[in-house]
Every structure is written in C-alpha cells, then in structure tokens.
C-alpha cells in the first residue's frame, strides 16, 4: 500500500553529487578576488541556499553580483568534470515513477543549470515538476517553493516527502506540512541535521522505497 503518493527532491547534494562543483566554484572566485582560499567549514553550512544568500554571508556585502557572475562563470565550465547522480538515485526514481508515485524537483538552483544538471545525469523527464529560485519570490528555507511544487502536482501535504540534504530543505518541508527526510550522505552532519526534525533520515536512496509503500 502507497503511503505516500508524492516525493519531492532536493537536487544539489541529494539527487545529483554537485558539492565538490560548488565548493571549488566558490574557491576560484574567492582566490581571484583576495588571492586565498576560503574554509571548507565555512562553505558547507551555507550550500543549499541561493548563491545571493551565499556569497552576502562570506562577504558582508550588499552586492554580489560580480561574485554570482564570476561564480557561474566557472561553474558552467567545469561542471562536467564534476557532476554525477547520487549511487541508486536513477533506479529509485524509474521504480516511484512506476508505482505512479508523484515526482517533483524543489531547488535554489536557476532552471537553466538545474535542466543542465538533470540531463547529464540522465534524469531529465523523470519529474512531473520542477520549482527553481527563479519560479518563487521566497527560496528555501520558507515554505513557498514545497506549496508550490504541491500545488502544481494537485498533491496533499501530508502524503508527500520531502527529501533533502541540508536544514534549508527540513525546514522549508516541515513549515509546508510535508513529510521532511534527511540524507545520510549529506556534507552537513547527521547531528546537524537532526536538530532541524526531520521526520524520517536515510543512508541509502533506496530505504526511500519501503518508506513510500514499495515492497520487493
């Protein structure tokens, strides 16, 4: 039996391996413009929200556009020697797709990196929907791109997962009234993530199937 008939998904982190791609994209614009590196430890609890939120946090400006441009710039760039699906990510998504489990992308990503993304990992058509920063006038953590995504799929807060691997995307499940599930393979600690309440917490994309409903 279907216990939840929709599964919305993080996309940077959680479906697709994009840390490493965002950390050194942030590095090669924090070396060109003060000629060091910036720390690991201060890069991690930020990824997850927008690259405005982002680069305002290490900076203490007002304006980061020339930090956005110079950000996607690179990104753009190397982002095929870097990204991958997360391991089992293709077959869970083509097994809820065929126990017609509801499917949508919620990210802080632009449409058009997220459309990259999908396709190079060969998960492009698996969504019924898909929410980017550029679609709400408030990002992860507030609740509007989950209700959204919800809205477009006609689907029931309280059926739905939302699976994520940063506080941003517990936060902004639970506040919608969806089902938050954390990642064990998130860059943030378990312990970290934890303090946030998710509802559920997976090591293994595929515990994501008997806790829908689907059985062997």
């Given at each position: 039996?279907?216990?939840?008939?929709?599964?919305?998904?993080?996309?940077?982190?959680?479906?697709?391996?994009?840390?490493?791609?965002?950390?050194?994209?942030?590095?090669?614009?924090?070396?060109?413009?003060?000629?060091?590196?910036?720390?690991?430890?201060?890069?991690?609890?930020?990824?997850g929200r927008t690259l405005e939120q982002q680069f305002k946090t290490f900076t203490g400006e007002d304006d980061v556009t020339e930090f956005i441009?110079?950000?996607?710039?690179?990104?753009?760039?190397?982002?095929?020697?870097?990204?991958?699906?997360?391991?089992?990510?293709?077959?869970?998504?083509?097994?809820?797709?065929?126990?017609?489990?509801?499917?949508?992308?919620?990210?802080?990503?632009?449409?058009?990196?997220?459309?990259?993304?999908?396709?190079?990992?060969?998960?492009?058509?698996?969504?019924?929907?898909?929410v980017t920063f550029e679609d709400v006038t408030h990002p992860k953590p507030h609740p509007e791109p989950v209700l959204m995504a919800l809205e477009?799929?006609?689907?029931?807060?309280?059926?739905?997962?939302?699976?994520?691997?940063?506080?941003?995307?517990?936060?902004?499940?639970?506040?919608?009234?969806?089902?938050?599930?954390?990642?064990?393979?998130?860059?943030?600690?378990?312990?970290?993530?934890?303090?946030?309440?998710?509802?559920?917490?997976?090591?293994?994309?595929?515990e994501l199937l008997p806790l829908v409903g689907i059985l062997p």
């Amino acid at each position: 039996m279907i216990r939840y008939d929709t599964v919305l998904f993080d996309l940077d982190g959680t479906t697709i391996d994009t840390n490493e791609l965002i950390i050194e994209s942030i590095q090669h614009v924090w070396t060109s413009r003060y000629g060091k590196r910036l720390e690991r430890e201060v890069i991690i609890p930020q990824m997850g929200r927008t690259l405005e939120q982002q680069f305002k946090t290490f900076t203490g400006e007002d304006d980061v556009t020339e930090f956005i441009a110079a950000y996607r710039k690179f990104n753009y760039a190397a982002h095929d020697d870097y990204v991958k699906p997360f391991p089992h990510v293709a077959e869970v998504l083509h097994e809820l797709r065929a126990n017609g489990v509801k499917l949508g992308v919620v990210t802080t990503k632009m449409r058009e990196s997220t459309n990259r993304s999908l396709a190079w990992c060969g998960l492009d058509g698996l969504f019924d929907v898909i929410v980017t920063f550029e679609d709400v006038t408030h990002p992860k953590p507030h609740p509007e791109p989950v209700l959204m995504a919800l809205e477009q799929l006609g689907a029931g807060a309280e059926r739905t997962l939302m699976v994520g691997d940063s506080p941003f995307d517990i936060q902004s499940a639970n506040e919608a009234g969806a089902v938050s599930v954390a990642v064990g393979w998130s860059l943030k600690s378990e312990q970290e993530l934890r303090r946030y309440e998710p509802r559920y917490f997976i090591h293994d994309m595929r515990e994501l199937l008997p806790l829908v409903g689907i059985l062997p």
